[in-house]
């Protein structure tokens, strides 16, 4: 159970027993739990600091007063919300105290729906206010987690992951677009001793069939380079008939040079990825070669709980990298979640990173976070580290694809405080 889901809660603070009856009555008639208080050292003693409700106080109490009540709670707690009741001689009094920081206040005899209206918006602004805290600290505690999320099924493949890490098996990992099937892959060789070796990539989809022999098989080719560590086989399924051929003879017999006298052996994990639907194109021999542990990553329909920690977990990673930060996070997490995500946590990511950057509207259709020149700071950041991404760590590539002189992109990343180093140590 989240913050939104609980019975908002009211702690009504009033010296005059018949008074706070009454709005006790009035509240508790329209929904809300109420804890009644005589005074303010009792309030104080009874209301705990992570309060997950809205305070309401008279101002004129014997002892301590509902403004130094206010005081010392919003000590405590910045954002727990108090209403202040008062007499037509304490306004100017409670306009400061709303000044500091209290929700409202209204002047006796109040309008019982005025007094409806404000707990009632102060109480919706609570539970997001506890809501961020509790994915902040969720997207925290699972900073360094391999896979984020709680659901079942990816506490499962958490699980396997160190199992896998020294296993000497092949995998293939099946998954829809944007599941996460290479981030799958990468933890696995992390996780173990090829760690200290490669992880090589071949996009199968992509590779010129006059260059595969060449580039993949031959001596010093990406399968060499790739011993001791792994190789990353993606999109599988869309392999040619030649180039499936070509690897399950390599996946059979290990070794580079076969047109060699003396074929060179490697020691290499392969982990190949398949998109759904697309099994049926790989080559029956060459799937049981590789299948020796199958892995599916499911789509986000079928861990869409996950969603909100996966969007607070990525709008921590864009606070670090682009410098924005995102106060809304129970807002945006609560519409992103009724949505559908056909490109999965891939778009997830990619759509909080436009959130974070204000290039998205959020829910109130405004679009934008922080002054013009921040968001535009923060777009080119982003549009540097995308390219130089894209261009796997090659400086020269990104800053072709970038179209800018070499000596303006190095102007820039000196001022936007980029780590080139560390993003190309990133690429592993």
Known sequence: MNATDRMPLVALVDDDEDLRAATAQLLSLNGFEVCQFIDAASALAGIPADFAGVVVTDVRMPGMSGIELFGTLHARDPELPVVLITGHGDVEMAVGAIKAGAWDFLTKPFDPGALLAAVTRAARARALTLENRELRAMADAQAGEALVGETPVIR??????????DAALDLVIEGE??????????????AG????HRFLKIDCATVPAELVERELFARGGVVQRAHRGTLFLDNLGLAGTDLQNRLARMAEARVVGLETRDPDPVDVRIIAS??????????????????????????????AADIPLLFAHFAARAAEQHGCTLTSLADHAHRLAARDW???????????????LGLEE?????????????????????????????????????????????KTFYYRVKRLGIDLRALRSARG
């Open 156 to 165: 499962r493949l958490r699980g396997m992951i160190p199992m896998l890490a």
């Open 177 to 190: 677009l944007g599941t996460g099937k290479e981030h799958f892959a990468r933890l696995v060789h992390r």
């Open 193 to 196: 001793r090829r760690s200290r």
């Open 274 to 303: 398949i998109e759904e639907g697309t099994r049926s194109r790989v080559s029956p021999a060459l799937f049981h070669l590789l299948a020796g542990v199958p892995v599916r990553m499911p789509p986000l329909a079928e861990r």
């Open 342 to 356: 056909p490109g999965n946590v891939l778009e997830l990511e990619k759509t909080t990173e436009r959130i974070c």
């Open 362 to 406: 959020g829910e109130n259709g405004q679009a934008g976070l922080g002054s013009l020149p921040d968001r535009l700071d923060a777009f080119e950041r982003a549009a540097i580290l995308e390219a130089v991404s894209a261009a796997q760590g090659e400086i020269g590539a990104a800053i072709e694809a970038l179209g800018l002189p070499r």
